[in-house]
């Protein structure tokens, strides 16, 4: 694997140094510089590989550092990375007129150099965004990369970096970012916020991964209301803005009503998420596809379960996952009454703690969801009936129990038989069997073979095992 993965690359580069029959980088659209290194870095490229990796004409490419003895007295060869793919990039990037990517732990200089021969560079994937301290990089974007649109960060580590990543985006052309993203907490705050309103007619897909300090400020991104997909995580997730902040919790709200738009929505630790997404259900103009909420508190979501059906003509994915404690059974007929409604879903994920659905819950929510293609649940004590259900679901491709189950090997072989051509490659994940109700191995041989044959499936079984029990206890006396 790692042999075919390193000839690819040395086939890309060899290209751009005329080392190739067909001239692959002159078609590249994009550079995954975080592939390269995953690959340099990776501990089976070792031994030939490096040798033959660079070998001519990548010999110039070989670099390394310098590293403490070993005991035995031989120094151990370590690649140079950063510099050799800043080495690699200032000879690729000569010869890809038509790239549009760039990916990975760049070097702010090295963007500079290369900005000038890039006029269709449209994306920045940086693993680090100190590139963007820089103001020579603000200036050569903005000079050489007319159509750049789009910006990923994963971790910034500098001092003022909101300020810093505000004047970035002051020096790109109003009105032309698309996306943005920031992967973990890279300290975007409100001048960040602000800034991207100056965006807030073009930006469609916005990811962000903010804090305590900058949760409060996330309504100043109020002229942002062209957006599409909007996912914000909440790295502490302990603040409620509709307890303790009530005036952001609306002015939030406001915004969100606002984009019109709006088509897939996540939110992952964010306290009182549910709350939000209500009056965004129930707005005539937002037509979601795709929900993620996480972390949210069922037994108080009652209004939001209702809501959920404002949107059953146009949601197609919905993943809620929240602990159910102090649900009671009115709450929980709420919540299947809704879901059942929600007939155009093709993905549904209840990833809850604390088991409440019964199989007949279960049941009745599958039987009116028959365009499901991918189906993950728990439940208390899962067993055939539900199996019944679901093999009626022509389009299913993967489908996992999370809670306890109970299946019998009959009840599996015949969903097996039931399977349709729109279900091949299906597949079924046990992940919670019952140890009182476990089928032996040969017994999951037989219906992995079944299943194999009907509709070239797979079945991950996987045995319960209780978290308060030692893995060894009842190995002695």
Same mark, same amino acid.
């Given at each position: 694997?790692?042999?075919?993965?390193?000839?690819?690359?040395?086939?890309?580069?060899?290209?751009?140094?005329?080392?190739?029959?067909?001239?692959?980088?002159?078609?590249?659209?994009?550079?995954?510089?975080?592939?390269?290194?995953?690959?340099?870095?990776?501990?089976?490229?070792?031994?030939?590989?490096?040798?033959?990796?660079?070998?001519?004409?990548?010999?110039?490419?070989?670099?390394?550092?310098?590293?403490?003895?070993?005991?035995?007295?031989?120094?151990?060869?370590?690649?140079?990375?950063?510099?050799?793919?800043?080495?690699?990039?200032?000879?690729?990037?000569?010869?890809?007129?038509?790239?549009?990517?760039?990916?990975?732990?760049?070097?702010?200089?090295?963007?500079?150099?290369?900005?000038?021969?890039?006029?269709?560079?449209?994306?920045?994937?940086?693993?680090?965004?100190?590139?963007?301290? =820089?103001? @020579?990089? *603000?200036? +050569?974007?903005?000079?050489? #990369?007319?159509?750049?649109?789009? !910006?990923? &960060?994963?971790?910034?580590?500098?001092?003022?970096?909101?300020?810093?990543?505000?004047?970035?985006?002051?020096?790109?052309?109003?009105?032309?970012?698309?996306?943005?993203?920031?992967?973990?907490?890279?300290?975007?705050?409100?001048?960040?916020?602000?800034?991207?309103?100056?965006?807030?007619?073009?930006?469609?897909?916005?990811?962000?991964?903010?804090?305590? =300090?900058? @949760?409060? *400020?996330? +309504?100043?991104?109020?002229? #942002?209301?062209?957006?599409?997909? !909007?996912? &914000?995580?909440?790295?502490?997730?302990?603040?409620?803005?509709?307890?303790?902040?009530?005036?952001?919790?609306?002015?939030?709200?406001?915004?969100?009503?606002?984009?019109?738009?709006?088509?897939?929505?996540?939110?992952?630790?964010?306290?009182?998420?549910?709350?939000?997404?209500?009056?965004?259900?129930?707005?005539?103009?937002?037509?979601?596809?795709?929900?993620?909420?996480?972390?949210?508190?069922?037994?108080?979501?009652?209004?939001?379960?209702?809501?959920?059906?404002?949107?059953?003509?146009?949601?197609?994915?919905?993943?809620?996952?929240?602990?159910?404690?102090?649900?009671?059974?009115?709450?929980?007929?709420?919540?299947?009454?809704?879901?059942?409604?929600?007939?155009?879903?093709?993905?549904?994920?209840?990833?809850?703690?604390?088991?409440?659905?019964?199989?007949?819950?279960?049941?009745?929510?599958?039987?009116?969801?028959?365009?499901?293609?991918?189906?993950?649940?728990?439940?208390?004590?899962?067993?055939?009936?539900?199996?019944?259900?679901?093999?009626?679901?022509?389009?299913?491709?993967?489908?996992?129990?999370?809670?306890?189950?109970?299946?019998?090997?009959?009840?599996?072989?015949?969903?097996?038989?039931?399977?349709?051509?729109?279900?091949?490659?299906?597949?079924?994940?046990?992940?919670?069997?019952?140890?009182?109700?476990?089928?032996?191995?040969?017994?999951?041989?037989?219906?992995?073979?079944?299943?194999?044959?009907?509709?070239?499936?797979?079945?991950?079984?996987?045995?319960?095992?209780?978290?308060?029990?030692?893995?060894?206890?009842?190995?002695?006396?």
């Amino acid at each position: 694997m790692v042999q075919k993965w390193a000839i690819l690359w040395r086939s890309i580069i060899a290209s751009s140094l005329d080392g190739t029959l067909f001239p692959y980088c002159r078609y590249i659209k994009t550079l995954d510089f975080r592939d390269l290194g995953y690959l340099l870095d990776d501990d089976q490229f070792k031994g030939k590989l490096p040798k033959q990796f660079f070998s001519e004409p990548l010999a110039r490419f070989y670099m390394t550092v310098d590293t403490p003895l070993r005991p035995s007295g031989r120094k151990l060869v370590q690649l140079n990375v950063p510099s050799i793919i800043d080495a690699i990039g200032e000879v690729v990037t000569q010869h890809t007129p038509m790239l549009e990517t760039i990916t990975g732990k760049l070097l702010s200089h090295a963007l500079v150099r290369w900005a000038p021969r890039l006029p269709r560079l449209q994306t920045l994937e940086l693993y680090d965004g100190s590139p963007l301290e =820089d103001e @020579l990089v *603000h200036a +050569s974007i903005y000079q050489h #990369c007319p159509q750049f649109n789009s !910006l990923s &960060i994963y971790t910034w580590a500098a001092e003022e970096r909101d300020h810093k990543l505000s004047k970035f985006f002051g020096t790109v052309r109003p009105q032309s970012l698309k996306m943005m993203e920031t992967i973990r907490d890279i300290g975007a705050g409100a001048e960040t916020f602000l800034a991207l309103n100056n965006h807030g007619e073009a930006l469609k897909d916005l990811r962000l991964c903010v804090s305590n =300090d900058s @949760l409060p *400020h996330l +309504s100043l991104l109020r002229g #942002c209301t062209a957006l599409e997909a !909007l996912r &914000i995580e909440d790295t502490h997730g302990t603040i409620n803005l509709e307890k303790t902040q009530n005036d952001v919790f609306l002015e939030m709200i406001e915004w969100l009503r606002n984009c019109e738009n709006l088509q897939r929505l996540s939110f992952t630790k964010l306290q009182s998420a549910s709350s939000i997404v209500v009056p965004l259900l129930l707005e005539e103009k937002i037509k979601l596809r795709k929900l993620e909420i996480d972390s949210y508190v069922p037994k108080d979501s009652q209004i939001f379960h209702q809501a959920l059906t404002h949107q059953r003509s146009s949601l197609r994915f919905l993943s809620l996952s929240g602990d159910t404690d102090g649900m009671f059974r009115d709450d929980i007929d709420i919540l299947v009454e809704s879901l059942k409604q929600l007939t155009e879903l093709r993905v549904l994920k209840l990833l809850l703690v604390q088991e409440v659905f019964q199989d007949y819950h279960l049941v009745d929510i599958i039987d009116n969801l028959r365009f499901l293609e991918e189906l993950y649940v728990t439940g208390i004590e899962i067993k055939d009936d539900v199996l019944d259900s679901i093999a009626k679901l022509s389009n299913l491709r993967s489908v996992a129990f999370a809670g306890i189950s109970k299946f019998t090997t009959d009840g599996l072989l015949e969903f097996v038989s039931r399977l349709s051509p729109g279900n091949h490659g299906i597949r079924i994940m046990v992940d919670m069997a019952d140890p009182d109700t476990l089928l032996s191995d040969e017994e999951v041989a037989l219906v992995r073979e079944s299943l194999v044959e009907k509709v070239g499936g797979t079945l991950e079984y996987t045995p319960y095992r209780d978290p308060n029990v030692s893995e060894f206890e009842g190995d002695s006396d």
